[in-house]
Nanobody, 129 residues
Framework: LGPLAESGGGSVEAGGSLRLSCAAS????????LAWFRQAPGEEREGVAM????????YYSDSVEGRFTVSGDNAKEMLFLKMNSLQPEDTAMYYC??????????????????????WGQGAQVNVSS
């Protein structure tokens, strides 16, 4: 398994778009769930989008549903997060994470953004009003 490495963060005005990428070497083979989390200063870390690399199902938090899209490229071992209609409250450090999804229980936990124990270093996203 290689490290997870995010890229693509930056600054954008409200209403704009950004796409984050995560190099996820080794985490797309077998059965993994990959997710994007974010953490703003003084706030709890929040799971925002999850992709099951097995059945390609996706899950989103209510705060980003309809604006963010998670996708993956197993061949290139990459995970992406396309963020549209960005708002100042989306400002945070965004992290790519992986969880082993082998059983029904681990899959259910991943859908609740639990059980992720492989993490990248993060990519900063700043949205100005």
């Amino acid at each position: 398994l290689g490290p997870l490495a995010e890229s693509g963060g930056g600054s954008v005005e409200a209403g704009g778009s950004l796409r984050l990428s995560c190099a996820a070497s080794g985490h797309t083979r077998g059965r993994y769930c990959l997710a994007w989390f974010r953490q703003a200063p003084g706030e709890e870390r929040e799971g925002v989008a999850m992709l099951d690399t097995g059945d390609r199902s996706t899950y989103y938090s209510d705060s980003v549903e309809g604006r963010f899209t998670v996708s993956g490229d197993n061949a290139k071992e990459m995970l992406f997060l396309k963020m549209n209609s960005l708002q100042p409250e989306d400002t945070a450090m965004y992290y790519c994470a992986a969880a082993i999804c082998w059983t029904q229980r681990t899959n259910e936990r991943a859908r609740s953004f639990l059980g992720f124990n492989f993490w990248g270093q993060g990519a900063q996203v700043n949205v100005s009003s």
